[in-house]
């Protein structure tokens, strides 16, 4: 398994005066929740997610080296410089995060302080969705940042890439680490799973039944407003929690439920995993203190619809809900026609202006 050390490069064989890279990474959907984490983003149990397809953030990122670059360019040596648009347009209040990120990976990408960099980035899905694009956007930005990498060392291998983008995105956003590469995605140490780390996500390296093949998510827009309560203070919440041993262990047991589950392609059993794990994510919110709550009334409404339509047809759709309110509704390909039918009917009136998003499970990152 790679340490932290790995990650720091020697010299780099080539030099790169100017170029542009462009990268779409998706968000991605976790199974098993990761809530809580120690220093350094990492995390205090380990997660599974669904990597999603439609749902994605697509950056160009743009870079010269500063003392070929235009006059423009009168940053210090030795400091960070970029420029930071979203959409096209100049995005002041991203800039802190961006900062920090670069700040954070440095050691890893000592080229950083060498280029001025123009990172253009926009979503495909609404801003203001409630849908997470941190994980989405940091993912994008670490795999252009690997890519001048590369550029720089041609002789990295496709292996080292991937991981290192993972570990990258992480430093920046910790879900973030799942959204690089593979369908379904383990981030944390966890005995019975081969290769995984606390550092950077892996690819599950198990069977999985052609049940979970094209899985589908249909992400239910309950409230688009800000999150009253940010990931980053949420997580802190979980140091001094009073479940929150209980909790990492659980984690660890789902986890292991869902190896057999992905194996055997049990729909029944996946459901009470998943929808348990939501609950639980939110329960915690709920147990920290301060508390909060951030599911809405009709996030319940929905909830209570899928489990009435469930137990009176008995087809396999269940819930997952990540840090906000909105729902995420999954179910196997082969009832979407049955299921979209039913959100249609029933589900769309507790969307805020009736908007939900269609996606399904996906590959990770992809360079354009």
């Given at each position: 398994?790679?340490?932290?050390?790995?990650?720091?490069?020697?010299?780099?064989?080539?030099?790169?005066?100017?170029?542009?890279?462009?990268?779409?990474?998706?968000?991605?959907?976790?199974?098993?929740?990761?809530?809580?984490?120690?220093?350094?983003?990492?995390?205090?149990?380990?997660?599974?997610?669904?990597?999603?397809?439609?749902?994605?953030?697509?950056?160009?990122?743009?870079?010269?080296?500063?003392?070929?670059?235009?006059?423009?360019?009168?940053?210090?040596?030795?400091?960070?410089?970029?420029?930071?648009?979203?959409?096209?347009?100049?995005?002041?209040?991203?800039?802190?995060?961006?900062?920090?990120?670069?700040?954070?990976?440095?050691?890893?990408?000592?080229?950083?302080?060498?280029?001025?960099?123009?990172?253009?980035?926009?979503?495909?899905?609404?801003?203001?969705?409630?849908?997470?694009?941190?994980?989405?956007?940091?993912?994008?930005?670490?795999?252009?940042?690997?890519?001048?990498?590369?550029?720089?060392?041609?002789?990295?291998?496709?292996d080292y890439f991937y991981q290192k983008a993972?570990?990258?995105?992480?430093?920046?956003?910790?879900?973030?680490?799942?959204?690089?590469?593979?369908?379904?995605?383990?981030?944390?140490?966890?005995?019975?799973?081969?290769?995984?780390?606390?550092?950077?996500?892996?690819?599950?390296?198990?069977?999985?039944?052609?049940?979970?093949?094209?899985?589908?998510?249909?992400?239910?827009?309950?409230?688009?407003?800000?999150?009253?309560?940010?990931?980053?203070?949420?997580?802190?919440?979980?140091?001094?929690?009073?479940?929150?041993?209980?909790?990492?262990?659980?984690?660890?047991?789902?986890?292991?439920?869902?190896?057999?589950?992905?194996?055997?392609?049990?729909?029944?059993?996946?459901?009470?995993?998943?929808?348990?794990?939501?609950?639980?994510?939110?329960?915690?919110?709920?147990?920290?203190?301060?508390?909060?709550?951030?599911?809405?009334?009709?996030?319940?409404?929905?909830?209570?619809?899928?489990?009435?339509?469930?137990?009176?047809?008995?087809?396999?759709?269940?819930?997952?809900?990540?840090?906000?309110?909105?729902?995420?509704?999954?179910?196997?390909?082969?009832?979407?026609?049955?299921?979209?039918?039913?959100?249609?009917?029933?589900?769309?009136?507790?969307?805020?202006?009736?908007?939900?998003?269609?996606?399904?499970?996906?590959?990770?990152?992809?360079?354009?």
């Open positions: 398994m790679s340490t932290l050390i790995d990650f720091i490069p020697q010299p780099y064989s080539h030099t790169l005066e100017s170029g542009e890279f462009q990268w779409s990474a998706p968000s991605n959907i976790a199974l098993v929740k990761y809530w809580g984490k120690k220093d350094n983003q990492i995390p205090a149990n380990p997660s599974v997610s669904f990597t999603l397809n439609n749902c994605k953030t697509i950056t160009k990122l743009a870079f010269a080296k500063k003392d070929v670059s235009t006059s423009l360019v009168t940053v210090a040596p030795g400091k960070f410089s970029f420029d930071l648009l979203f959409e096209g347009k100049p995005k002041e209040d991203f800039k802190p995060k961006i900062q920090k990120f670069l700040e954070r990976i440095e050691v890893y990408l000592p080229f950083l302080k060498d280029y001025h960099f123009t990172i253009d980035t926009e979503n495909t899905f609404p801003h203001s969705s409630g849908i997470a694009s941190s994980a989405s956007g940091m993912a994008a930005l670490a795999m252009n940042l690997m890519s001048l990498e590369k550029a720089l060392n041609p002789e990295m291998t496709d993972s570990l990258l995105a992480r430093l920046g956003s910790g879900s973030a680490c799942r959204s690089v590469k593979g369908q379904v995605v383990v981030w944390g140490n966890q005995a019975n799973i081969q290769g995984s780390s606390d550092l950077y996500g892996v690819e599950f390296p198990g069977e999985i039944h052609d049940n979970f093949k094209q899985y589908q998510d249909t992400i239910l827009l309950v409230d688009k407003g800000e999150k009253q309560v940010s990931s980053t203070v949420g997580h802190d919440l979980m140091h001094n929690h009073p479940y929150a041993d209980r909790r990492f262990a659980q984690a660890h047991d789902n986890l292991d439920a869902l190896i057999t589950i992905f194996k055997s392609g049990d729909l029944d059993a996946f459901i009470k995993v998943v929808e348990s794990e939501a609950l639980t994510l939110h329960a915690m919110m709920m147990t920290s203190m301060p508390y909060f709550i951030l599911m809405k009334p009709n996030t319940l409404e929905i909830i209570n619809a899928i489990w009435k339509f469930r137990n009176e047809t008995k087809i396999p759709v269940c819930f997952t809900l990540d840090a906000g309110a909105n729902v995420h509704v999954l179910y196997p390909n082969n009832v979407s026609e049955k299921v979209l039918q039913f959100i249609k009917n029933e589900l769309v009136g507790y969307c805020q202006n009736g908007q939900y998003l269609c996606d399904q499970i996906g590959n990770g990152a992809m360079m354009l």
